[in-house]
C-alpha cells in the first residue's frame, strides 16, 4: 500500500522510491514493483534522462 501510495504522485524512479520509504528493504521494494507489474493497469517505463542497464561496448 504505500508503494502505491507514492506512485499516487507520478512517476518515481528506484532511488526516489528508496528515498521516501526508508523502512522497506530493496528485496522488498524489488518484489512489490514485480507484483504490481505483473497487473494491466501498471507498466514500467524509463525516465527520460535515466540509463537503464549496463551499457554495451
Known amino acids: 500500500m504505500l508503494v502505491l501510495r507514492e506512485l499516487m504522485y507520478g512517476p518515481a524512479a528506484y532511488g526516489e522510491l528508496r528515498g521516501r520509504l ?3 528493504s530493496t528485496q522488498a ?3 512489490r514493483l514485480r507484483a504490481l ?3 494491466s493497469w501498471w507498466r514500467a517505463s ?3 534522462g ?3 542497464g549496463r551499457r554495451s561496448g
Open 50 to 52: 535515466f540509463r537503464y
Open 37 to 39: 507489474g505483473g497487473g
Open 46 to 48: 524509463a525516465c527520460v
Open 22 to 24: 526508508p523502512g522497506i
Open 29 to 31: 521494494l524489488a518484489e
